[in-house]
Every structure is written in C-alpha cells, then in structure tokens.
C-alpha cells in the first residue's frame, strides 16, 4: 500500500480514453457514444476545449464485508499541460500547465467520465491571433488525474491527447456547453 501513495506510476488508476459530447453536453459514455483519439479545435469561435476523460479505478473492494471501503478513489484535480509545439507565440507559463479542479468519486471496479475544460478560453485568446486560416497545427495536451485514497494520493500515468488547431474550418452547428458555474 505504501508504495501506491503520491505520483507514482500505476496500472490501478488511469485515464482510458477521451470520450465526446453527447447530448446535453453530457460525457457520450454515459449515454453509449464514442471516444475520440485526437480533437480538432476551430480558434475562431474563441472557445477553449471541453473534454471527456474516462477514468478507470482498476482497485478491488476487501474481500470481507466487515472491512471499511478503503479503495474509493476521491477525484481532486487534473493537472494539465499544452505543447504548443512549433507555434511562435509567447504566453504566459500559467496558461501552458495548470490544473483543473474537480469532485466526485470513482468506486472500486469502476469508470467514469468528468467534463473538464481542457484549454482555456485564455490560452486559445492568447494564440488565435498567429494561427493563420490556412495552417493545422498540432499541439498535445498531457492530462494526469489525481484522487485522494485511503492513507494517500493516486496520481494517473500521463494520458497525451493530440489536438489540431484550425482558424473557420469548424462550422458551428453544436448547442454551447452550459457553463459550468450555472
């Protein structure tokens, strides 16, 4: 157990995949949609990335039903960090690793998908301007989750998410995503 505690690698806790919205804006897992392995994000429309992260708690429940539940994962934060790669823009070190807070609990055994706002509206507003209508540069997002368990902290193993960049390639027909402070 000692050696599950604080941002060790592990095969216990660990980001799956990136899920899509479905409907609603809801995670598409929950209602039986697919996963994505790279996103597009238009810069025009002035929006940061919303994203889908499937965690997985691979943990087990004690084999006795008198044990307390020492094995559900606490969900506190994804740390996040964005290559810009060769874009030639200069911003803010804040704005290129964060971390992005968020609740919830993950039981022994399960998966669950969180909506978080993968890049900031602030990051796409700081780089729209270099991103000329003809050019798709690739950045990639580096995702780790971290949950409190039982006596520590379970970190993910990175999950790396290639996003393209695109100035009016997207036309905008999706509803906006409530915000989240509604």
Not at 74 to 90: A, R, T
Not at 109 to 136: E, T, Y
Not at 143 to 160: H, M
Request: hydrophobic share 40%; glycine share 10%; aromatic share 4%.
């Amino acid at each position: 157990t000692v050696g599950l505690a604080g941002c060790v690698e592990n095969d216990i806790f660990m980001i799956v995949q990136m899920g899509t919205a479905g409907p609603g804006c809801k995670p598409a897992a929950l209602v039986g949609g697919d996963y994505v392995s790279t996103g597009v994000l238009d810069v025009s429309l002035n929006t940061g990335y919303t994203a889908f992260p499937l965690l997985q708690n691979a943990l087990t429940s004690p084999s006795t039903t008198d044990a307390p539940e020492r094995n559900i994962l606490h969900l506190k934060q994804f740390n996040v960090s964005v290559d810009l790669g060769g874009i030639p823009v200069s911003v803010p070190p804040e704005l290129l690793a964060y971390p992005v807070l968020t609740s919830g609990t993950l039981l022994p055994g399960g998966q669950a998908a969180v909506k978080i706002k993968l890049i900031p509206d602030q990051l796409i507003a700081a780089i729209s301007g270099v991103i000329p209508a003809n050019l798709k540069p690739q950045v990639l997002v580096r995702v780790r989750a971290v949950a409190g368990r039982s006596g520590g902290e379970l970190t993910t193993p990175v999950f790396e998410f290639p996003l393209t960049l695109c100035k009016g390639c997207l036309v905008d027909l999706r509803d906006p995503c409530p915000d989240p402070a509604d």
